[in-house]
């Protein structure tokens, strides 16, 4: 996913400020997930939700306004009840920005622990 810098993604000293990527994250995910069919709109509407669980994030270099980053998106792992999402953040010099990881939990409306659906756990497990 390609994502432009733009004034408001940064702070004062003109990088990307430190908290906005879980931003870029959570539209990275979402891309991913709906270039497999799958929307969070329509799985939400299903009572289908996700939570983090843990987030990490290991910052390289720094984004700076009018950057154009490239995040690669992938499933590190997944269980029945969890997705691991690892992500690449590169600039338009191929530099590496930041390597990050998002722990998942799949959650109902009441936000209690729920399995996977079937549909999403084979789009995984065939790497689609």
């Known amino acids: 996913m390609k994502r432009r810098i733009y004034y408001y993604d940064t702070d004062c000293s003109g990088a990307v400020y430190h908290?906005?990527?879980?931003?870029?994250f959570e539209e990275a995910r979402s891309e991913f997930l709906e270039t497999r069919g799958f929307t969070i709109k329509e799985l939400l509407e299903r009572g289908v939700g996700f939570a983090v669980r843990r987030q990490e994030a290991e910052y390289k270099r720094p984004a700076l306004y009018g950057d154009v980053l490239d995040i690669e998106t992938s499933v590190k792992e997944f269980t029945?009840?969890?997705?691991?999402?690892?992500y690449k953040v590169t600039n338009q010099s191929g530099d590496?920005?930041?390597?990050?990881?998002t722990d998942l939990v799949c959650?109902?409306?009441d936000l209690k622990l729920i399995?996977?659906?079937?549909?999403?756990?084979?789009?995984l497990a065939a790497g689609k």
């Open 19 to 24: 908290a906005n990527y879980l931003n870029f």
């Open 80 to 86: 029945p009840f969890r997705i691991v999402f690892s």
């Open 96 to 101: 590496l920005v930041v390597k990050a990881e």
């Open 107 to 109: 959650v109902g409306r």
């Open 115 to 123: 399995e996977i659906p079937e549909e999403i756990k084979a789009s």
